[in-house]
């Protein structure tokens, strides 16, 4: 199993990004997808989580109406487009598939004037 991040980058206050996961290793598309973050000297947060087929979709609050996630069966790839982007959300970001420890290497978002 392989996921990998990327997207990340340095973004003004107000900005947007989107980060993609590639997937490989397994059927992409029987699985939900998460996005999770985690900023130094905290724990890893849940941000977003997707179902097998893109249908539902759950977010924290703290990323409710600016942030969504979306998936390409097709591509086996994951998105989170984040826009309205604050400084309290840079931290490293990771995918996961739902229901098995597989993670991705992480990517750094940076939000900062």
């Known amino acids: 199993v392989q996921l990998v991040e990327s997207g990340g980058g340095l973004v003004q206050p107000g900005g947007s990004l989107r980060l993609s996961c590639a997937a490989s290793?397994?059927?992409?598309?029987?699985?939900?997808m998460s996005w999770y973050r985690q900023s130094p000297g905290k724990e890893r947060e849940l941000v977003a989580t997707?179902?097998?087929?893109?249908?539902?979709?759950n977010y924290a609050d703290s990323v409710k109406g600016r942030f969504t996630i979306s998936r390409d069966n097709a591509k086996n790839t994951v998105y989170l487009q984040m826009n309205s982007l604050k400084p309290e959300d840079t931290a490293v970001y990771y995918c996961?598939?739902?229901?098995?420890?597989?993670w991705g290497q992480g990517t750094q978002v940076t939000v900062s004037s």
């Open positions: 997707i179902s097998s087929a893109g249908g539902s979709t």
């Open positions: 290793g397994f059927t992409f598309r029987n699985y939900g």
């Open positions: 996961k598939v739902f229901g098995k420890d597989y």
